[in-house]
C-alpha cells in the first residue's frame, strides 16, 4: 500500500523506441515526493516485452493506403499497429492494490492522450475513492481538453516535482487546492479553474530521481543499464516547430555541472552502465559548462565510459573541434545533428539559422575522429515545399552522415500548432497528430510525405552499401516477383536497380510478390536526376 501511484501508459502506435521510454519524469517526481514523507510507487506499462496487433483507429484507418501491405525490403516503413505494453486490466490490477490514495498518469505525447485517459477510467473503476491527475505535456498545452474526461480529476500542469508533492500534501490534509502550483479542477459551476504551469525555477535543488522504483533490467542494453538524464530543461531558441523553446513558459534552465553529475553517480553506483542518453533540446550550447560535464563524466566511470548520446539533437554551431573530441574521448560514438533544413526560405519559417556551414565543419570534425553522424531534416510542415525537401534529401546524400527525416507534427503550444488551427490543418482527432499518421495535407501532401520518408530509407541503403564497399547496382527492371529470400541486402539491390531503372519504389511481400508503393513520381524522379548529376551519397 502507498499514497502514490505513478503510472505511465502502453503506447499504441506502429513502432516503439524502448530506450526512450525510460519513466525518467516520473521517478524524478517520485523523489520530490518522498522527500516530502510520501510512499510511492511506479507501475511502468512499456517495462515489458508484450505487443499484439491491434486495429487502426477510425480515425486512422486511412493509412491502409500506404502501410497497409507488409513489406520485407529495406525501403519498408510501417505496417503492423500495435497496443505495446501491458494491457488496460493488468493495470487496473495493480491500481487497486496499490490502494494509494492519489493516482498520477503521465500523457506526454497528444497523440497518445487517449491510451492515458484510458488508464485513467480503469484506475477509476479499480479504486473508485482514489484522486486521478493527469501531468504531463498534453494536459499542461490543453488542459480543458483532458479535465473533458469525467474519470481525470484533476490536471497538474508544468513540472510535476513542484505540483504534485503540493497535490499530495493538501488532499491528506483536507486543505484548499486553489494554491498548488499548476493545478486544474472543476468549480462548482461547471467552469475550470486553471492555474499557471508550475516552475521549478531551480531545478539543482530536485533530489536525486527514485531510480529504484524503475523496472532497470528491463531497459539494460547487453546486460548493463541505460540512462536517461536531462542536463536542463527548456531551450533558448524559439523555432516554430517546438513547444519547449524561449517563447514557451518553460524558458531554459540549465543544471549545474555538480548537480548532473550527482545524478549520473547516484544512477550509476554498484551497476554497470553502458548507455546514456541525455534528452535534452540543445546539451552543447554552453561551451564552458559543456566541456565541464565531459570531464566529470569521465571523472565518474573513469575506464568504463558507457556510450552517450544526446538523441534530440545537436546544435552544429555549437561544435567546435574541442567540443567534438571531448564528446569522442568521453563516449559520444554517433552526433545527432540538427539541420532542420537546408532551404532559405523554410529556415525562415521555421525560425531557425542557417546551419550548412557549422554542419558541415561538425561532419568534418566527426569524420576525422571516427564518429558517426545522423543529420535531421523536417518535411511536411505547413507552407513547405515539398521539392526543396527532396533537395534536402539531395544535400545529406552529399555528405558522410545518415539522413534522419522527421515528418511534422503540429505540437501544442507550438507556434505552427497555432498556424495549423488557423489554417485549418489540425488532423481531425488527436490520435492524428504524430508524424507516422502523416497529419498535415497541404503544398506537402500526405503522399508526398510518405515518399520523402521512403527516399531516406533508400538513401540510407545506398549509404551502407559504400560503407560495406558494395557497389550501387545498375540501373534494371525488376519482375513482379522475387524469390523469398532472408538476405535483405540482395533484396535491396534489386529494388533499388529498380528505382534508378525508372524511379519507382517498391515493397516485397512475404509470398515474394513485387508491388509498388503509393509515392509522388515527381520527388522521385527529382530525386533520382540529382543523384545522376554527382549528388550520390558520400561525396563530401
Request: charged share 20%; glycine share 10%; hydrophobic share 45%.
Amino acid at each position: 500500500m502507498v499514497d502514490i501511484l505513478l503510472i505511465q501508459p502502453p503506447i499504441a502506435d506502429f513502432y516503439l523506441t524502448a530506450k526512450r521510454t525510460i519513466p525518467y519524469g516520473l521517478a524524478s517526481i517520485a523523489a520530490a515526493a518522498v522527500q516530502k514523507g510520501l510512499s510511492v510507487a511506479i507501475v511502468d506499462a512499456l517495462a515489458t516485452a508484450k505487443a499484439r496487433v491491434i486495429a487502426l483507429p477510425e480515425a486512422m484507418d486511412d493509412l491502409a493506403t500506404f502501410y497497409g501491405r507488409a513489406d520485407l525490403s529495406p525501403f519498408g516503413l510501417f505496417h503492423h499497429y500495435r497496443h505495446y505494453g501491458y494491457s488496460l486490466d493488468h493495470i487496473g490490477r495493480q491500481v487497486k492494490a496499490s490502494g494509494a490514495f492519489l493516482v498520477g498518469i503521465a500523457s506526454l505525447f497528444t497523440a497518445y492522450s487517449d491510451m492515458a485517459l484510458a488508464v485513467a477510467r480503469i484506475a477509476k473503476a479499480s479504486l473508485p475513492g482514489c484522486t486521478v491527475v493527469l501531468g504531463g505535456h498534453h494536459p499542461t498545452a490543453l488542459p480543458a481538453a483532458a479535465m473533458a474526461e469525467p474519470a481525470v480529476d484533476l490536471v497538474l500542469r508544468g513540472e510535476g516535482e513542484v505540483g504534485l508533492p503540493a497535490l499530495a500534501m493538501a488532499l491528506k490534509s483536507g486543505g484548499s487546492l486553489s494554491g498548488v502550483p499548476g493545478i486544474v479542477y472543476r468549480n462548482p459551476d461547471g467552469s475550470l479553474h486553471i492555474g499557471e504551469p508550475a516552475l521549478c525555477r531551480d531545478p539543482d535543488q530536485l533530489p536525486v530521481p527514485a531510480f529504484d522504483l524503475i523496472r532497470r533490467k528491463f531497459y539494460q542494453r547487453f546486460g548493463q543499464d541505460s540512462i536517461v538524464v536531462t542536463a536542463g530543461r527548456g531551450c533558448p531558441l524559439a523555432c516554430s516547430y517546438c513547444a519547449t523553446g524561449a517563447g514557451s513558459w518553460m524558458g531554459f534552465r540549465k543544471r549545474s555541472v555538480a548537480a548532473v553529475c550527482r545524478e549520473l553517480q547516484a544512477a550509476s553506483a554498484g551497476r554497470q552502465v553502458g548507455f546514456v542518453d541525455f534528452e535534452d533540446e540543445n546539451l552543447t550550447m554552453d561551451r564552458r559548462w559543456f566541456l565541464e560535464l565531459m570531464q566529470g563524466i569521465r571523472d565518474i566511470f573513469g575506464d568504463s565510459l558507457p556510450e552517450l548520446r544526446a538523441m534530440n539533437g545537436l546544435f552544429p554551431p555549437t561544435l567546435d573541434e574541442v567540443v567534438v573530441r571531448a564528446m569522442k574521448i568521453t563516449g559520444f560514438k554517433t552526433l545527432n545533428l540538427s539541420l532542420g533544413s537546408a532551404d532559405a526560405s523554410q529556415l525562415q519559417r521555421f525560425n531557425r539559422p542557417d546551419v550548412r556551414d557549422a554542419f558541415d565543419r561538425a561532419l568534418d570534425y566527426a569524420q576525422g575522429m571516427g564518429l558517426s553522424a545522423v543529420g535531421y531534416i523536417i518535411v511536411g510542415a505547413p507552407d513547405q515545399d515539398p521539392l526543396s525537401s527532396v533537395d534536402d534529401l539531395l544535400f545529406l546524400a552529399q555528405r558522410r552522415v545518415l539522413a534522419g527525416v522527421s515528418v511534422f507534427y503540429p505540437a501544442p503550444g507550438s507556434a505552427d500548432y497555432e498556424r495549423c488551427r488557423s489554417l485549418g490543418l489540425l488532423p481531425g482527432s488527436f490520435a492524428g497528430m504524430r508524424a507516422t499518421a502523416l497529419p498535415i495535407d497541404q503544398r506537402t501532401s500526405r503522399t508526398d510525405s510518405v515518399t520523402l520518408l521512403r527516399l531516406g530509407r533508400l538513401l540510407n541503403f545506398m549509404k551502407s552499401l559504400e560503407n560495406a564497399g558494395v557497389p550501387v547496382p545498375t540501373p534494371a527492371p525488376v519482375g513482379s516477383r522475387l524469390s523469398p529470400s532472408p538476405d535483405r541486402l540482395q533484396i535491396g539491390l534489386k529494388l533499388l536497380a529498380a528505382f534508378l531503372w525508372d524511379g519507382g519504389i517498391r515493397g516485397l511481400e512475404p509470398d515474394g510478390t513485387v508491388y509498388d508503393h503509393r509515392v509522388s513520381t515527381t520527388l522521385c524522379r527529382r530525386f533520382r536526376e540529382g543523384l545522376s548529376v554527382g549528388q550520390g551519397p558520400g561525396k563530401k
